[in-house]
């Protein structure tokens, strides 16, 4: 199973709106609702942004927003803020012939 | 509050390692388990998934036939036994609660495979 294809960084300044993109295949983001993204501070552990395409969990902004269309699945931040600096990384299920995840490449987000 | 906490892991010459996850907080035996690696300076990857009861048991193809994943809900304890090391499994590996859409995470043991 390859790696979700991920752009390697994506830039903003303060108060913008960017939006991370997450491509994969009708065997993975395309044929499934579970897409979860997740942010990574250096020396953390990662964190869920996003479940299921577009659900927040309880604590998360709702400056972080979800969708998918087609193979491709989208995290949009708006309101840029300096504490968003960090990686990015979207996750969805896919077939195959057992239960599998697959990850993206991953997005250093960066805060100009 | 949930709390995981894995060991276990070191510098290996290959070989076989056994990790360990004590979790804390919630129900582990009604709790599906996973664990996921990120190498070095790499992205996450996602390795083995347990069911609540230790029945159902999945991995990466990376890893197949010779990790296996197991748990011991008495204890309150996930595993990962990692046979035939390679270089390329050397990773900080972390478990999570749940087979999907982590919310709790530990903190990662680190694993370093040496030729």
């Known amino acids: 199973q390859s790696a979700l294809t991920q752009p390697a960084s994506v830039s903003g300044s303060p108060g913008q709106s960017i939006t991370i993109s997450c491509t994969g295949t009708?065997?993975?983001?395309?044929?499934?609702?579970?897409v979860s993204w997740y942010q990574q501070h250096p020396g953390n552990a990662p964190k869920l942004m996003i479940y299921e395409v577009i659900k927040r969990p309880s604590g998360i902004s709702d400056r972080f927003s979800g969708s998918k269309s087609g193979n491709t699945a989208s995290l949009t931040i708006s309101g840029l803020q300096a504490e968003d600096e960090a990686d990015y990384y979207c996750?969805?299920?896919?077939?195959?012939?057992?239960?599998?995840?697959?990850f993206g490449t991953g997005t250093k987000v960066t805060v100009l | 509050e949930v709390q995981l906490l894995e060991s276990g892991g070191g510098l290996v010459p290959g070989g076989s390692l056994r990790l360990s996850c004590a979790a804390s907080g919630f129900t582990f035996s009604s709790s599906a388990m996973t664990w996921v690696r990120q190498a070095p300076g790499k992205g996450l990857e996602w390795v083995s998934t347990?069911?609540?009861?230790?029945?159902?048991?999945y991995y990466a193809d990376s890893v197949k036939g010779r990790f296996i994943i197991s748990r011991d809900n008495s204890k309150n304890t996930l595993y990962l036994h990692m046979n035939n090391l390679r270089a390329e499994d050397t990773a900080l590996y972390y478990c999570?609660?749940?087979?999907?859409?982590?919310?709790?995470w530990g903190q990662g043991t680190l694993v370093t495979v040496s030729s």
């Open positions: 347990i069911s609540s009861s230790g029945a159902a048991t």
């Open positions: 996750c969805s299920y896919a077939a195959g012939n057992t239960h599998n995840y697959v």
């Open positions: 999570a609660k749940d087979s999907n859409s982590w919310v709790n």
């Open positions: 009708s065997s993975d983001v395309g044929g499934y609702k579970s």
